[in-house]
């Protein structure tokens, strides 16, 4: 999460929560149909979705692998704007 006034030793997850978007996604007029993406530190929320630890079955395993591969295309889109 990208949020400047916030030091690097914070974690991601504990931003979240204290990020409107949070309390937006929680309340019952969510901002949009929509998903969140995050790492396995993230809280499991119905809006947030995380990687499934310790994957048994073909379905969660290819879950895994289109979770990890989007989270990367915006992690490196997010590097790019860092840039920038």
């Known amino acids: 999460m990208l949020i ?11 931003i ?5 978007l949070f309390a937006d996604f929680e309340s019952r007029n969510k ?3 929509g998903y969140i993406l995050g ?3 993230y809280m499991l ?3 947030l979705l995380t990687p499934v630890l310790n994957a048994q ?4 395993m290819m879950y895994n ?14 590097g790019v704007v860092k840039c920038r």
């Open 4 to 14: 400047a006034n916030w030091p690097n030793s914070v974690y991601d997850a504990r």
């Open 16 to 20: 979240l929560r204290e990020y409107t």
């Open 31 to 33: 901002p949009s149909s």
């Open 39 to 41: 790492d396995s530190g």
């Open 45 to 47: 929320h119905e809006w």
């Open 57 to 60: 079955s073909q379905k969660e």
């Open 65 to 78: 692998t289109a979770h990890c591969g989007t989270r990367c295309t915006t992690k490196r889109c997010t």
